[in-house]
């Protein structure tokens, strides 16, 4: 399930903006359809040209209603009547998803701790300082066995002592669920935290739910703001069209 929501607070429009000659919503559906990896892929969005995108490349969209605040709440909606085990959520920003990014997070739910797992999500190593500092990154900590302990749009952890080493995560916009888990996930209303970070996971964890995190080295862009399309166009240069 691909959520698209074609109002973004902070790049509006963003989702049918051109990346080398497709929309990114467009490069997004066909680079998870090409991972191989699910017996469907849809694009979930309340707009009727982002719909018609998708099904102009033979891909399938499904039409949600307008007033979803989080793009779970939407794929909420959609599986509703689909008859499914696990449903992953790729953010429709995330052009450059790869079967390296999505693999791992399905094999969680199959590992010896599975039972415990409500989602599970990927995160990979912030590099730079502003990277770190830049709220357009959603950065999370874990504990010992990688469940997720926070997520912020702050610097986590805050590094007072500048002599112990650390490393600051990044949450990319991969989530997979088990069906009930999402579909509980629209009943459970949204928390202080919530809403004050505007980062959805977050309500999982408030309601003492497991998220487990599965690190990834694959640094590839999401497009959150005008810049960020233009570093994806740079990158799409050299690459041949698909």
């Given at each position: ?42 694009v979930v969005t309340d707009n009727e040209e982002i719909a018609n995108a ?114 600051t995560y990044k949450h990319k916009g991969i989530y997979a669920f088990r ?64």
């Amino acid at each position: 399930m691909i959520p698209a929501r074609y109002g973004a607070s902070r790049f509006p429009g963003k989702m049918m903006k051109d990346l080398a000659g497709k929309p990114v919503i467009v490069r997004t559906y066909e680079s998870t359809v090409a991972t191989e990896l699910f017996d469907a892929v849809y694009v979930v969005t309340d707009n009727e040209e982002i719909a018609n995108a998708i099904t102009v490349v033979g891909g399938k969209a499904i039409i949600t209603r307008e007033d979803h605040v989080c793009g779970s709440d939407r794929i909420a909606e959609a599986v509703q009547n689909i008859d499914c085990d696990i449903v992953v959520n790729v953010q429709g920003d995330e052009p450059f998803t790869t079967k390296e990014d999505l693999e791992p997070v399905l094999k969680v739910f199959y590992d010896n701790d599975a039972a415990r797992i409500d989602l599970a999500s990927v995160m990979t190593p912030l590099e730079t300082e502003e990277e770190i500092v830049n709220p357009n990154n959603v950065k999370v900590i874990v504990d010992a066995q990688a469940y997720a302990l926070y997520f912020s749009r702050s610097p986590l952890p805050f590094v007072r002592d500048k002599e112990i080493m650390t490393t600051t995560y990044k949450h990319k916009g991969i989530y997979a669920f088990r069906r009930q888990a999402i579909l509980d996930f629209a009943q459970l209303p949204m928390q202080a935290l919530e809403a004050a970070e505007k980062i959805e996971c977050i309500r999982f964890l408030e309601h003492g739910r497991k998220i487990k995190m599965v690190k990834s080295t694959n640094s590839a862009i999401g497009i959150d703001t005008p810049e960020d399309l233009q570093k994806a166009i740079n990158l799409y240069k050299p690459r041949a069209d698909v």
